[in-house]
DNA sequence: CAATAGATTAGAATGATTTTAAAGAAGAAA
DNA sequence: TTTCTTCTTTAAAATCATTCTAATCTATTG
């Protein structure tokens, strides 16, 4: 039995999958990432989100779903700026511009963009991802 | 007159031109920068590697001096990891491998690699830069 | 030499993130 | 349900990189 005729069963399985307790503040949270288009996300950012909703939850919360839902691959995280992390409910292969001036990131979907001739990497790693941001200013 | 009999002539120059006075302790870093091989550094790299050659300066010096550096366009800011920042001797164009395991940034050369169908900034923006980050591990 | 603008520094402050440890909630067992 | 156990949440403290403050130096210019 699946859990389709509960209230928010969509969020509910995914936590479910990850292997994540659906506690009230994971639900919450899961909500305002998933349930919406995919979005990029400050800790800071996704507590006052949280917070207008009326959802209750410490800002330690917020730093350790976030870091709970990334390290379960349901998130990623991008670092733009030195001092800040932003995570993305965007798990697809994908690359970003970087808004300068607002500390806004846009997606760019990973077929709107290539880079060609990746030099080998030095003997004994591997290629683990390839990041591109496109910094752009008004 | 220029400084070419002068003790350290190259980086004094460098300092000049860059509207920077030759202060004991920027003349110190600049050498340990400017006159070796391209490099990439973080703030307490360069203050131990500084202390160790005998350059007594404090860590507010060392970041002073490293925004300062950035500021002129004698170096640049690479951003990788939250929480730490990178700078850079090199300024032409190129991008990185980052070794996620010992935190080494190496360069790729400009025209070793490339971006192809970079799409269009959202109106009203232009781009500032492109950044491409290559992840390795061992 | 002054005089002055600019630079250095110790230490305090900041801001994002993590840790601690105590109290609360969820799942399993009975 | 009740009980037991394991996770989770949280306020508050701690950490860490970086910046700021304001007092003391130093390079430059007259
Ligand atoms: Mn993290
Ligand atoms: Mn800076
Ligand atoms: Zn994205
Ligand atoms: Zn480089």
Do not use: C, W
């Not at 400050?42 to 006052?48: G, I, M, N």
């Not at 670092?79 to 965007?90: A, C, I, K, L, Q």
Request: charged share 25%; glycine share 6%; no cysteine.
């Amino acid at each position: 039995m699946n859990s389709s005729n509960r209230p928010f069963s969509q969020v509910h399985d995914i936590l479910r999958k990850a292997g994540l307790r659906p506690t009230r503040q994971r639900l919450g949270l899961a909500r305002l990432l998933f349930e919406n288009d995919d979005r990029h996300v400050t800790a800071e950012q996704l507590h006052t989100e949280a917070t207008g909703a009326n959802l209750r939850v410490s800002l330690a919360t917020i730093y350790n779903t976030l870091n709970q839902f990334t390290g379960a691959g349901l998130m990623r995280e991008v670092v733009v700026e030195p001092g800040r992390s932003y995570f993305d409910t965007n798990t697809t292969d994908h690359h970003h511009f970087f808004h300068e001036d607002t500390g806004r990131l846009l997606d760019i979907p990973g077929d709107a963009i290539s880079v060609s001739k990746v030099p080998e990497p030095p003997t004994g790693t591997h290629v683990e991802r390839v990041d591109i941001i496109v910094r752009i200013r008004e």
